[in-house]
């Protein structure tokens, strides 16, 4: 059925091609964005759809499968479907397996055809070669920032929760090594776990009631003044209320944000006039911290690093379809947009560096905390 839907989309796609494309005009263009379903990645799913009403009929959404590991063809039937639906350029956020596959599906009918990737789950050499510009956190500074956080933060043992797939990450590999080599600098004992992979048999649901169970039982054995980490976004709320009930220390989300998990896990409801106020879910993430007696425990960046990709990607999507700037990685516009977003706060942008590699086009973002 998957390669009966996929066959009749690329067909539609190859007549559409043989019939041709006007130029489009200043108006006529329209930007894509592909995210995940709310369960596996409810910011960028709301920026989405904060993007399309703030632009009504020159965004439209899709989202790939909460499976997406093994369902690569639909991931790469919904890019298609945005392309079939009239987008010129597709923000592509989380680009998780599949997205590269998707991206050459789409260069088969359109070679020039652009792409924003915001935090990819392929490694930068086969990523970068297929997008123009890929957006994710400096996941490799962020290891020595993290360990510094949670030292300030009184930890002494710092545990690392992951699994197989996302080890297998090179940015992901990185991070965790100059964790690790930090937190034994800092005479923080680290510790590794191993979590349930949530596009596996236990789905997202497993993950999360392993986190809740398995948290309590880390924190028994080393101690309240444990920081924890998890690579993955969907066991975050879990997290953040498994620290919650232990009175440990949980320094970021994998996705740094004031949205990311806390709402979800401390029962914060946002009114339609808050929507999009981080100042406003700042405070009541403070309020709900402070009355679990666990003010200093719970931090995070102050800037909502998922949706801000989705929303500085659509702008900048526009900026480029309208030929205010020629290319899709110039750090500098890329740097305007974020800080304009994150209203002022500071934002570092910068090329990725790997095993000796820069990737120009592969575009890095780094913040400082905010405590509650």
């Not at 879910?281 to 801000?308: C, D, R, Y």
């Not at 900026?319 to 500071?346: C, P, Q, R």
Request: proline fraction near 5%.
């Amino acid at each position: 059925m998957k390669k009966t839907l996929l066959t009749v989309l690329v067909l539609v796609m190859l007549v559409t091609s043989l019939v041709g494309f006007a130029p489009a005009k200043e108006d006529d263009f329209v930007i894509g964005i592909l995210t995940g379903t709310v369960s596996q990645g409810e910011e960028e799913f709301r920026a989405a759809e904060k993007m399309a009403a703030k632009y009504p009929g020159k965004v439209i959404t899709a989202t790939y499968p909460d499976n997406f590991n093994d369902e690569v063809e639909t991931t790469i039937a919904r890019a298609l479907e945005l392309v079939s639906n009239g987008a010129d350029l597709i923000v592509f956020v989380q680009a998780v397996p599949g997205a590269a596959a998707a991206i050459d599906k789409v260069h088969e009918l359109k070679p020039d055809f652009p792409f924003i990737a915001g935090v990819a789950g392929e490694d930068p050499d086969v990523i970068a070669s297929k997008a123009d510009v890929v957006l994710g956190v400096a996941e490799i500074q962020m290891g020595t920032k993290m360990a510094e956080q949670a030292a300030a933060m009184g930890a002494k043992t710092f545990v690392h929760y992951s699994f197989a797939r996302h080890m297998s990450y090179a940015t992901i590999v990185a991070r965790h090594e100059i964790l690790k080599k930090r937190c034994e600098e800092l005479g923080i004992t680290f510790v590794d776990a191993t979590a349930p992979d949530p596009t596996g048999d236990a789905g997202v649901t497993g993950a999360q009631q392993f986190i809740l169970e398995d948290l309590p039982r880390q924190v028994e054995k080393y101690g309240k003044e444990t920081a924890f980490f998890n690579t993955n976004c969907g066991m975050q709320p879990a997290m953040i209320q498994a620290v919650l009930a232990t009175g440990a220390y949980y320094p970021q989300q994998c996705c740094p944000s004031p949205y990311h998990g806390y709402p979800e896990a401390l029962g914060i409801s946002i009114p339609e006039d808050k929507q999009g106020d981080v100042s406003y879910i700042i405070e009541q993430i403070k309020a709900k911290v402070a009355e679990a007696g666990l003010t200093g425990h719970f931090s995070t960046w102050p800037v909502p690093v998922n949706m801000m990709m989705v929303e500085a990607g659509v702008e900048y999507g526009f900026d480029y379809l309208n030929g205010e700037i020629d290319n899709l990685a110039d750090v500098d516009h890329w740097t305007d947009l974020f800080m304009d977003i994150a209203n002022g706060s500071k934002v570092e942008v910068f090329p990725l560096e790997l095993n000796g590699v820069v990737y120009d086009n592969y575009l890095q973002i780094l913040s400082d905390y905010i405590t509650f």
